[in-house]
């Protein structure tokens, strides 16, 4: 899976790959005054950590802290663990950062006192007492939503013959296919258990809405954002947004960092 993320980084980003690689000798820059050094990036279901490498990068040669949360994807009380293992290794404030599923991780797991402000990329963020399964229900049918299956175990998984299409339209098509079959289950618990926190109410909260996406309607995006009172910014893709469109997602992370 790390291969088949970082060949997509690697065919998406060339450009700024190289550009990298030609002043990989540079310090760090300085951040602005009173940013928060450290971001936390949690990832979806059924990819794994490096769905963030391409926007990880960018953020790290600006002279950021970046951790990547591999999610077990076996719960959320798992998942909400996992992310706060990677904030209580923070020194300062952090911006903690959610993609699909980790949009509920990140609603449970950012009330965390170093938590400075939360972003959400084409996500989920239920409020108190609601469960993905609930958001799933209640919001506009989508052509990913429909292709999720349990297998014989209770694993979720979206039918690879649908991934590319739904989930991942405007990534090369090689690696769309590839991450069908090589996906990471979400458990059904996970898809069922309620938050009992909602930390969108007490911090400063931005939401990328993907406009294309076929996995969370555009327009369920759009009421979690107006819900939070988030700062919302649209970019013109898929679910794969974080990947194809790196560049712009960083960019709403690094006006986060600056949110008091």
């Known amino acids: 899976m790390r291969n ?20 990989s000798a540079e310090l760090p820059k300085e951040l602005p005054k009173g940013a928060a050094h450290n971001i936390v990036l949690v990832h ?23 951790t990547l949360v591999e999610n077990p994807l076996t ?16 020194d300062g404030k952090t911006v903690l950062v959610g993609h699909s599923w980790g949009g509920v991780v ?26 993905l399964a609930a958001l799933a229900k209640s919001g506009p049918a989508t052509e990913g939503a429909a292709a999720i299956h349990p297998d014989d175990k209770g694993n979720l998984y979206i039918d690879p013959k649908v991934f590319p299409s739904a989930v991942a339209a405007d990534l090369p098509q090689q690696i769309a296919e590839s991450l069908a079959n090589h996906q990471l289950p979400l458990n059904h618990r996970a898809f069922e258990a309620p938050v009992d926190a909602a930390a969108w109410h007490d ?12 996995v969370i309607a555009p327009e369920a995006q759009k009421f979690f954002a107006d819900r939070m009172k988030a700062q919302v910014t649209d970019v013109v893709g898929s679910h794969a947004s974080l990947v194809v469109h790196a560049k712009e997602v960083a960019a709403v992370i690094e006006k986060a960092s600056l949110a008091k």
Do not use: C, R
């Open 106 to 131: 990140i609603t449970q797991a950012g009330n965390d006192p170093k938590v400075s402000a939360l972003v959400y990329v084409s996500a989920f963020a239920p409020d108190v007492g609601q469960s």
């Open 203 to 214: 911090k400063p909260t931005f939401y990328v809405i993907s406009t294309k996406d076929k």
């Open 75 to 90: 719960s959320l009380a798992a998942d909400v663990d996992a992310t706060k293992q990677a904030l209580a290794k923070q």
């Open 44 to 66: 979806g279901a059924f990819v794994d950590q490096t769905s963030w490498q391409p926007v990880a990068e960018i953020l790290m040669k600006k002279g950021y802290n970046v």
């Open 4 to 23: 088949i993320f970082l060949s997509a980084a690697t065919i998406l980003l060339a450009g700024t790959t190289l550009v990298g690689s030609a002043h």
